[in-house]
């Protein structure tokens, strides 16, 4: 076993760990993303079917982040990183760590599993050695997100709700655009969770302004990588050309940031600057016209409940643009090379 020679081949190919994670996450991200809009047009009935769909969405919905995480391990360490991978990302839902937490859980428990294989022993020890491995891995890795890395984001957390609570009665587009830059860093994630749960408290008090701009921006970061394939299709691969064409409507009909990860994941970088941007943009347009929403639901629902649909409009599709113009620079400025990831994905 050589540390360093292992390390570098388990690295060399990370960006088909990752799009290995997404290939396997797609399915389950659509079927709870579109069963979850179809049972939106149930909202008014009590017919069971409705919540039937309802309850298959939040499922789709609530698992595809573990199966992410699952399929990371498993392209670094095969079989053996499978259950590991999948644990680790349930426990990064549960510790409010969201994808971002799953994508360094899965990353990590692939490279642990990965290298405890590497171990040699006697024959006596090995087979048995091999059941032990998940177990060590999957410890090691959960105990480093609830005791490392859950405390100072809960910190984080909190010092952010207690900051924006601060910012609540000034409002405007300086809150709109704190708002706008974590609504658009982590796609569904902890930062996207402490704006809108700030805004959804914030209704309480009676103010509308904070969910009026979460409303704005939440749908921002897909729509934006989603028009920005259609702008230039050149720089995007077919598996992602496709999934845009599929996905923008509903995107807009039901209002979910995680529908972008799957177009984020590839080039994570420059998509979550484009998307900060976009969301940063939009924001601060909702919180300078003061947009309100009066009620937390997503999606095109959420429209007949603005003070003002054309700021909202206005917000959504100047996020959209600058998300979409951003993200292509980036990539045109970048070495991305399409023919190499395209035959990474055929591979898998």
């Not at 349930?90 to 899965?106: D, V």
């Not at 979910?256 to 177009?263: G, H, K, Q, V």
């Not at 959420?302 to 600058?322: H, K, L, M, P, R």
């Not at 980036?330 to 990474?344: M, Q, V």
Request: with cysteine; glycine share 10%.
């Amino acid at each position: 076993m050589s540390f360093v020679k292992d390390t570098k081949e388990v690295f060399r190919e990370t960006g088909l760990h990752f799009r290995t994670g997404v290939s396997y996450m797609l399915p389950i991200l659509l079927i709870g993303g579109l069963l979850g809009s179809v049972s939106m047009l149930g909202t008014n009935s009590d017919a069971e079917i409705w919540k039937v769909l309802k309850h298959i969405g939040e499922i789709g919905m609530s698992f595809f982040v573990p199966m992410m995480a699952a399929y990371i391990a498993y392209s670094m360490a095969d079989t053996p990183g499978l259950a590991p991978g999948f644990i680790v990302g349930i426990l990064a839902n549960e510790t409010q760590s969201g994808y971002l937490g799953a994508l360094l859980g899965g990353i990590l428990v692939g490279y642990i599993t990965f290298m405890l294989l590497k171990i040699e022993l006697p024959k006596l020890w090995q087979s048995s050695w091999g059941m032990v491995i998940p177990v060590v891995s999957t410890t090691i890795v959960s105990l480093f997100l609830v005791f490392i890395v859950g405390p100072p984001l809960a910190i984080m957390m909190e010092s952010m709700s207690v900051f924006f609570s601060n910012l609540s009665e000034s409002g405007g587009a300086a809150l709109g655009g704190i708002m706008g830059i974590l609504g658009g860093f982590d796609y569904g994630g902890p930062f996207s969770k402490t704006q809108s749960t700030f805004a959804t408290a914030a209704m309480d008090l009676n103010v509308f302004t904070p969910l009026g701009i979460t409303g704005a921006i939440v749908t921002i970061p897909p729509l934006g990588l989603c028009l920005a394939t259609f702008l230039s299709p050149k720089l995007y691969t077919k598996t992602e050309k496709d999934y845009a064409k599929s996905s923008w409507l509903y995107s807009l009909i039901a209002g979910f940031t995680e529908i972008a990860i799957p177009l984020a994941m590839n080039d994570l970088i420059r998509a979550t600057v484009a998307t900060v941007a976009g969301c940063l943009v939009g924001g601060s347009i909702a919180g300078f016209f003061a947009l309100e929403l009066y009620t937390p639901v997503l999606g095109i629902p959420q429209w007949f409940f603005y003070n003002n649909i054309y700021v909202y409009i206005g917000s959504v599709v100047s996020g959209v643009i600058t998300t979409a113009l951003l993200v292509n620079l980036l990539k045109s400025i970048s070495n991305r090379d399409i023919k190499a990831i395209e035959a990474s994905e055929e591979s898998i």
